[in-house]
């Protein structure tokens, strides 16, 4: 089949079953062109934990729903690689005044994410808090694979599982686009409805970055995400 844009191109693939059922054994939601601040996939597969999630979404929903913060975000990364850290080496690493600091530990503690013992703050155990174990994104072009691996590099900040999505294609074409991606890191999927979904090529590492991205992720996830609605900005 031939298909006339790239979106009749990705609701065709996201209607198939071989992807979904073949490669992803967690709950997931999927997102389409979700807008990250540094480039927009055009297909998003959150895997995620469903008793973190329910025990998450046990606190205020008003909450929840509301936008994380980018400052939060970012002290949600820092916070991710220490222990207990000083209120103030918080604020400099945010390079916020107080009035800012202040309101991003509120934040943090009104969504249950961190203790707080005096002046020190510690992260709960990602465990308990974040619910993602996996993000895969998909890059889909009909025809220009070298601008879909160009755009599937600027999500390797955030997740090492970035794709491009094409239709099948043979011979020296096939050729190029696969060492291309081998040598960047990038998986490659053809698809077509006939035979399906096909990984030719694996990206070099798998599993998700501590990142910002990756906590704006969750916290959307954890509030009920919607397609479309901008992730980080």
Excluded at 59 to 88: I, N
Excluded at 89 to 108: M, P, T
Excluded at 209 to 222: T, Y
Aim: proline share 3%; charged share 25%; hydrophobic share 40%.
């Amino acid at each position: 089949m031939s298909w006339n844009s790239e979106e009749e191109f990705v609701k065709s693939f996201l209607s198939s079953t071989g992807f979904m059922s073949r490669s992803i054994k967690n709950d997931y939601e999927v997102w389409t062109e979700v807008k990250t601040g540094f480039g927009r996939p055009d297909i998003v597969i959150v895997e995620y934990n469903s008793n973190v999630l329910e025990e998450r979404r046990g606190c205020d929903q008003k909450l929840l729903t509301a936008p994380l913060s980018t400052k939060t975000a970012f002290a949600l990364s820092y916070l991710s690689t220490c222990r207990w850290v000083r209120r103030e080496n918080l604020g400099k690493f945010l390079n916020v005044k107080r009035a800012q600091l202040n309101s991003v530990v509120q934040e943090l503690q009104a969504r249950g994410l961190i203790e707080v013992k005096d002046h020190l703050i510690k992260l709960k155990p990602k465990s308990e808090i974040l619910a993602v174990n996996r993000v895969r994104v998909f890059e889909a072009k009909l025809t220009q694979w070298m601008d879909a691996i160009e755009q599937a590099e600027r999500h390797l900040w955030f997740t090492n599982d970035s794709y491009i999505l094409m239709p099948e294609v043979e011979g020296k074409r096939a050729t190029s686009i696969t060492h291309e991606c081998d040598k960047r890191g990038i998986g490659l999927s053809f698809f077509n409805e006939v035979t399906g979904y096909s990984a030719v090529v694996k990206p070099a590492q798998s599993g998700v970055q501590n990142s910002p991205m990756l906590w704006q992720i969750n916290e959307k996830l954890v509030g009920g995400a919607r397609e479309r609605e901008p992730i980080f900005s």
